[in-house]
């Protein structure tokens, strides 16, 4: 039985990927969505406000709904009538993690209305499956860094330090490219040499974060499992990734599956690398928007 009748939950953005940790590593970055279910009699409402608010679906299909399903389906009760309220931050469809904020969301919402019958572990092993990979809906729902690994009881979860002078830079242009869509272009198998690349990076790349050693992340940010395909997905990628490095990025990468860019940088050379994406972009007649965003430690609130 609920013991309560709205709750609201607000959930960080993520950037996936890093680079060589396709499908394996996020961070949380300190832009957020925020949503309240209420209990009603009345059928199901849903009304967004905030940005690109008029593309989010207004029915059952709604992602926030359907997680909030879900997990009902999951405790084996009928789900409530409910109003939904959203206010979103994070642009859809950018690589920038909205579908996990929606997953992460509706579930956590659920969790609360139906008594908390589930553990936080049970909830995020259900995003984890409703997304199909972790690496969005594990930082969402736990904040900072993380990588997420499989083992014979589920999953292994590892927070990865993040050393306070790298800073995320994100430039985020006005089209959408669907995780699906960037999927698609990617092959199912790779050859032992690009594995052998990317274990390394990976690797170094853990390292790079922690000690904010230059010549370890500028070396780090390559990969050979999903960039190489998904770069023709994003126009100017390669004028925006030198405008970057000039301004004294470490590198770039695709944030999650594109086509926001991602430019890791240091406190003094944040607002040079910021211009430098804008107008790199600019001069092949995308507009973008650029920020620098920390990285969120607290994942999603119940507020
Ligand atoms: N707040 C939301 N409410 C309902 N549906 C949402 C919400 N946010 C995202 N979605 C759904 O998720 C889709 C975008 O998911 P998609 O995985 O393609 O991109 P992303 O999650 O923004 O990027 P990435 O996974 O690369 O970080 C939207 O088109 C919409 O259907
Ligand atoms: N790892 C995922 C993140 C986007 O959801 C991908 O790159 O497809």
Redesign the pocket.
């Known amino acids: 039985m609920s013991v309560v009748s709205n709750v609201t939950v607000k959930v960080p953005a993520?950037t996936?990927n890093l680079g060589p940790g396709f499908d394996c590593i996020g961070a949380a970055l300190q832009l957020h969505?925020e949503?309240t279910f209420t209990l009603n009699n009345s059928g199901l409402i849903i009304q967004?406000s905030g940005i690109e608010a008029e593309?989010?679906?207004t029915d059952k299909s709604?992602?926030?709904y359907q997680a909030f399903t879900k997990l009902y389906n999951y405790i084996e009760q009928t789900p409530p009538s409910v109003k939904i309220e959203?206010k979103?931050g994070?642009p859809?469809?950018?690589?920038?993690?909205?579908?996990?904020?929606?997953i992460v969301?509706g579930l956590v919402a659920a969790n609360v209305l139906a008594g908390l019958p589930l553990s936080d572990v049970q909830v995020m092993e259900l995003a984890i499956a409703m997304e199909g990979h972790p690496d969005?809906v594990v930082p969402a729902f736990l904040g900072g860094c993380r990588l997420a690994a499989t083992s014979s009881n589920g999953w292994e979860i590892c927070d990865i330090t993040w050393h306070r002078n790298i800073i995320p830079v994100v430039a985020i242009p006005d089209f959408e490219l669907?995780?699906?869509e960037?999927r698609l272009v990617l092959p199912t198998e790779v050859s032992r040499g690009d594995a052998i690349f990317n274990t390394a990076h990976f690797g170094l790349l853990l390292r790079g974060l922690a000690t904010n050693r230059e010549e370890w992340l500028k070396a780090a940010l390559q990969d050979k499992l999903h960039q190489p395909y998904r770069q023709a997905l994003i126009p100017g990628y390669d004028a925006v990734e030198k405008a970057a490095v000039a301004a004294g990025a470490y590198g770039i990468v695709i944030?999650?599956?594109?086509p926001t860019l991602l430019a890791l940088t240091d406190p003094l050379h944040t607002q040079m690398v910021a211009s430098a994406m804008t107008n790199a972009w600019k001069q092949v007649g995308i507009k973008s928007t650029v920020r620098s965003l920390p990285i969120d430690v607290q994942g999603a609130v119940v507020l």
């Not at 944030?255 to 594109?258: F, H, K, L, P």
């Open positions: 993520t996936a969505n949503v967004a593309k989010v679906q709604n992602l926030l959203i979103l994070i859809l469809a950018r690589g920038l993690g909205s579908s996990a904020t929606a969301g969005n669907s995780t699906s960037a944030s999650g599956a594109g």
